[in-house]
Every structure is written in structure tokens, then in C-alpha cells.
């Protein structure tokens, strides 16, 4: 109804919803404030004075490129682990009936309702029965746990709004297996795809808890900025790392977003 | 003449389920064949035997004269136009209609241009650039029957082709099937439960009921002589008479069909009746009446007087309008 949608909020609820906002908010924006703050020992306010030269310190530190090398391979390979065999499952799950399905189905998406304490002890666990020495390869694997989860939760969604007669009519039309996949299956879930790799993508990145339990001597990213805080020299270096984590995190959520928004046209039914 | 599909002795079984259940099946080269039957009487699974879509359980399928069983639907050169069309979403109509050309190879030149050809042979000359999903329900299917016919397939099947259709479309559709597959001489075959639809396009029909034929004929076949009480009542709800009663009336033991429209209500007919309903439909009313503790259906044309509910009336037909079903029991 477009009178609702023009009728002006009253002003009570105009001042709670900027509170609101503002509460989320505010303390993001002050983290952003004292990447410029002059004082490196503590988070003083207002900043005594504005600088660039944090910076060019973080830039020149090799720890936190250490750090950020490897939360970027760790996402980067556990999201592609997560695109293959999410996608496979929600396949598996969607189009076709065997026995046991919802209950794979819910096996799969176990892991994110898990808390992540639950996942870490377990893994841990796990790769010390296995004798399995810790490295990047281990949390990687504690990645994928809820990688996956991410993936088959947007392909699952896509696979049911797409017609499963399309397969058979590409069949029918002379397409084998193979280029069934290429011109139908892939365009009709590639955006379902591309959504689910880059929420997995971020959640790997700033991942802390299955990390602290499945990781050894290495530091990724937010576990390098935990240890960080604890130590009162050139505090703000952290304060610019947390601004590269928002903004790496923070494109892929809001590309996913547009993706998955507009893919009702891309796998639409046809009705 | 050389038959386009045959079934020797077909069957698929689910488990307990016999979808299709030792089905013998004839359909002749350029024939537009209907397969009639309820839901769930087999006769989606049939043509999808016929596909590729299904594999057989037991017996042996031959598209022309060529064994079909364990050939996957790629390589069949059969083509179906899916009940839910299915158009690819992501493809504008030309790529849709072009598509399996596409996969065949042939460059993009000449599939544009066989594409355009089949857009203007279902009357959707200039339509290639559009989404699916901005056409009608009735440009859709034909937009399915031209990617289908683009191909050349040598039998085209058709899934409840008319089914997602208004009654008016339908009506026109089933014109223009028809006279398309008589211009182009190709074996259609077309599943529906719509027995008006099967009677009116079909050269002949096969009438489906759990998973078996009950009879092939053409439409006149199926609709005059109907071989058991089941094909008498699908196609076209007629009477049946119990033996009992034919016994007494045509001194014959065996069940039989008499159709609505051959029963009169008249003041010099043979036999007593009680009227006890009356349903208007438009063209005819549908009057039912007791019979001999039986209940019988009579069509009465518009501007005939009628008569009342609860009247007692008499009743008659032609000897030749009962139909003796002496196979089916």
C-alpha cells in the first residue's frame, strides 16, 4: 500500500532507530578513528592528534603480512573445497530420493548450528587421535566445516527453484553429462555458487574459535590481532589491519547479497 | 508400413509399483498417436520409455526398428515438448530454439537461421531475442514445440502439451498441432488425460489404465466400441449395463456400454424411468435417471422440453447403441 510506505515514522520512533543504528555502528567507526590516533599505548579519546604513519607501519611490519598471507590462502582454499563439495551435496540432496536424505541434509548443516567451541575441541581431538601434526592444511579443514555449510545452504535453496525437467530437456536435445553441466546446470546455480563462496570466504577470514583449536605455531589474521591487543606497543597498527578486515569481509557479504537478490531472475522458473 | 516405436512386452517397476506393466505397443510411422489415461496409468512413464528418461525392466523397445533400451536420451533422435516446457531461464528464445544445434555443432549462422525458421513455423517469427520469461504461457509452449521440431526429430513427443493452457488456447493449439504434424509428416506422440483432446487430434489413441493397455483403436474405435467397462467410462462417461440386465434386454450375457446421448426421453419409448436430477451444462443437460435400481445418464439438447425432477418418463434406445463388451469382464 503506497499511502503506508509515504506516511511519515513518528518522530519517537525516528530517535530509537537512529539510536539503534548509531549503537551498531559507532563503536566500528571508532575503531576506524584510532587507526589516525597519535597515541600508540593507549586508546585515548578524543585522539590526542591525527596521523598517517601507522599506516606505513603496518605496511612495514612482516608479521601481519604473515598473518594476512595466510587467513588468504586458508579462505581462498576452503572455500573452494566448500564450492565443490557443497555444491555436490546440495545436488545430491535436492534432485534426487534415497534413503537417509534429510538426515544428511541436517548432518550437513550441523556444523554452523554447532557452537564453534564444540567444532574446535572436536577437530582437535580428532587430529591428535589421527596423529595429524597441525599446519595450515588443519585449519583449513576446521574452515570447510562451516564452509561447506554456507555453499549447500544457497546451491540447496537454487537447485529446488530450478525445474528439474531443464537436465532432461538439455538431454534430450543431444547434451551429454558434461555439457548438460556447462550450459544449463552451472548458468542456472552459478550465481547460487558464486554468493555461497563469498559469505564462506568471509567467514573463514575472520574466523577465531575453530582456529585457536585447529591451528599450531601459524596465525591467521584475527588470531594475530587477539594477541595483538594484549600488547601495548604501536596498538593502532591493529586498529588498520581491523579496517583491511571490514573492508575484505565487508565486499564480499554485500556482493553476495546483490547476487542472491537478483537470482530470482537468473534461475526463475520459466512460469 | 513401418512402425516409428514399438513396445514388445514393456515394463517398469518401481519396487511394487508396475508404472508400465508388460505393454505390447504399436505406434506407425507419421501417425499422430495420443496415449489416453488417468494419472498414474502409465502413460507419462511410456513416453519417457520412449525418451530415454526411463529405462525398461524387462522387454525390448525399437524407434524405428533400431533397439532403444539402454541408449541414453542424448543420443535418441527424439525430441519432447516438456508439460512445464521447460525453457532455460538464462537463455533468450533464439539460444533456447537453437540450443540443441548448439550441441550438435552446427555453427551459429546457420542454427540462428533454422532457429528463425522454426520460431516462424509456430507463428513467432521475430520473437528470438526475448527472456522467456516475458512471453505468455501459449507462446512458451510454442517457443518448446520449435526448440523441440528444430532438430528434425523423427518422433516428437509430447508430455500434457495443452494442459497449463486456457480452454480457448487449447482449443486453437490443438488446430495447429495437428495441421503441423500433418505438414510435416513427423510421429507425434502425446500423452493426456483429456479425452476430448485425444479423440479430436489423435489418428489413434491408446487408453492407459494401471500401468496396461486396455485397448488401441482410432477415436471412433475407443468411442463406439469400446472393449471393456473401463475405456466405455473413460472416454466419454458412459452407461454401463451389468450382464444381468443386457441378458434381459438383448438376450446377450455379457457387460455393456451405452452413451448418454444415445438414451431418449420420449412419451412412446420402451422402458420406465424416474428422473432424479437435472444438471445444466450449456449445449445439452445432463438428465439422471433410475433404471431398474440402476443409474443412467441421458443427454437432452438444448430447447427439447424437459422434464422434472421426480417424474416418472420412459426411456429407449437403439438396439445398435449397445455396445457389448464380450472381452472385457
Not at chain 1, 562451516?146 to 549447500?152: D, P, R, T
Not at chain 2, 510411422?29 to 502413460?43: D, H, Q, R, T, V
Amino acid at each position: 500500500m503506497p499511502s503506508d510506505r509515504t506516511r511519515k515514522a513518528p518522530l519517537g520512533l525516528k530517535i530509537a532507530a537512529g539510536l539503534g543504528l548509531a549503537f551498531l555502528h559507532l563503536p566500528i567507526l571508532l575503531i576506524f578513528i584510532y587507526a589516525f590516533t597519535t597515541e600508540e599505548k593507549s586508546y585515548q579519546w578524543p585522539p590526542p592528534g591525527l596521523t598517517l604513519k601507522w599506516f606505513a607501519v603496518t605496511w612495514e611490519r612482516p608479521d601481519v603480512w604473515q598473518a594476512l598471507t595466510l587467513s588468504l590462502q586458508v579462505a581462498a582454499v576452503s572455500t573452494a573445497i566448500a564450492v565443490v563439495l557443497g555444491s555436490l551435496c546440495a545436488a545430491a540432496v535436492a534432485k534426487s530420493h534415497f534413503f537417509g536424505r534429510e538426515v544428511i541434509s541436517l548432518l550437513v548443516i550441523l556444523p554452523i548450528a554447532l557452537p564453534g567451541i564444540i567444532t574446535g575441541i572436536a577437530l582437535r581431538s580428532a587430529f591428535h587421535l589421527a596423529d595429524i601434526p597441525y599446519s595450515m592444511w588443519t585449519i583449513i579443514l576446521g574452515h570447510a566445516t562451516f564452509c561447506v555449510v554456507v555453499v549447500y545452504n544457497n546451491a540447496v535453496a537454487r537447485f529446488r527453484r530450478t525445474s528439474g525437467s531443464l537436465i532432461e530437456a538439455s538431454m534430450d536435445l543431444g547434451a551429454n553429462g558434461f555439457q548438460t553441466l556447462r550450459h544449463v546446470i552451472l548458468p542456472n546455480i552459478g550465481t547460487a555458487l558464486l554468493a555461497g563462496g563469498m559469505l564462506a570466504f568471509a567467514l573463514s577470514f575472520d574466523e577465531v574459535i575453530v582456529t585457536t583449536f585447529t591451528a599450531g605455531q601459524q596465525q591467521t589474521l584475527p588470531i594475530w590481532m587477539l594477541e595483538e591487543l594484549v600488547r601495548p606497543r604501536q596498538r593502532p597498527v591493529t586498529n588498520v589491519v581491523a579496517m583491511v578486515v571490514v573492508l575484505v569481509t565487508f565486499l564480499p557479504i554485500l556482493g553476495a547479497y546483490y547476487l542472491t537478490r537478483d537470482g530470482d531472475k537468473v534461475a526463475g522458473h520459466g512460469k | 508400413m513401418q512402425s516409428a516405436v514399438l513396445f514388445k512386452n514393456v515394463s517398469r517397476h518401481y519396487g511394487e509399483v508396475r508404472a508400465v506393466d508388460a505393454v505390447d505397443l504399436e505406434v506407425r510411422a507419421g501417425e499422430f498417436f495420443a496415449m489416453l489415461g488417468p494419472s498414474g496409468s502409465g502413460k507419462t512413464t511410456s513416453l519417457r520409455l520412449i525418451a530415454g528418461f526411463e529405462q525398461p525392466t524387462a522387454g525390448h523397445i525399437e524407434i524405428f526398428g533400431e533397439t532403444a533400451e539402454g541408449v541414453p536420451p542424448y543420443r535418441r533422435n527424439v525430441n519432447t515438448v516438456f508439460q512445464d516446457y521447460a525453457l532455460f531461464p538464462h537463455m533468450s528464445v533464439r539460444d533456447n530454439v537453437a540450443y540443441g544445434l548448439m550441441i550438435a555443432g552446427t555453427g551459429k549462422k546457420e542454427r540462428f537461421a533454422k532457429a528463425e525458421e522454426a520460431l516462424e513455423l509456430v507463428r513467432l517469427p521475430g520473437y528470438g531475442d526475448r527472456a522467456p520469461s516475458a512471453l505468455s504461457g501459449g507462446q512458451r509452449q510454442r517457443v518448446a514445440l520449435a526448440r523441440a521440431l528444430v532438430n528434425q526429430p523423427k518422433v516428437l513427443l509430447l508430455d500434457e502439451p495443452l494442459g497449463a493452457l486456457d480452454l480457448k488456447l487449447r482449443e486453437q493449439m490443438q488446430e495447429e498441432l495437428k495441421s503441423l504434424q500433418q505438414s510435416l509428416g513427423i510421429t507425434f506422440i502425446f500423452v493426456t488425460h483429456d479425452q476430448g483432446e485425444a479423440l479430436s487430434m489423435a489418428d489413434r489413441v491408446a487408453v492407459f489404465d494401471h500401468g496396461r493397455i486396455q485397448q488401441v483403436g482410432t477415436p471412433e474405435d475407443i468411442y463406439q466400441r469400446p472393449d471393456t467397462a473401463f475405456v466405455a467410462d473413460f472416454v466419454g462417461s458412459s452407461n454401463i449395463l451389468p450382464a444381468d440386465v443386457v441378458q434381459e434386454l438383448a438376450g446377450k450375457g455379457a457387460q455393456a456400454s451405452l452413451r448418454p446421448e444415445a438414451v431418449r426421453i420420449g412419451p412412446g419409448e420402451a422402458h420406465e424411468a424416474t428422473v432424479t436430477g437435472l444438471s445444466y451444462t450449456g449445449a445439452v443437460t445432463r438428465v439422471s435417471l433410475a433404471f431398474r435400481e440402476m443409474h443412467l445418464t441421458a443427454l437432452v439438447a438444448a430447447g427439447t422440453p424437459l422434464p422434472e425432477r421426480g417424474d416418472s418418463v420412459r426411456i429407449g434406445w437403439d438396439a445398435s447403441a449397445l455396445h457389448l463388451m464380450e472381452r472385457g469382464a
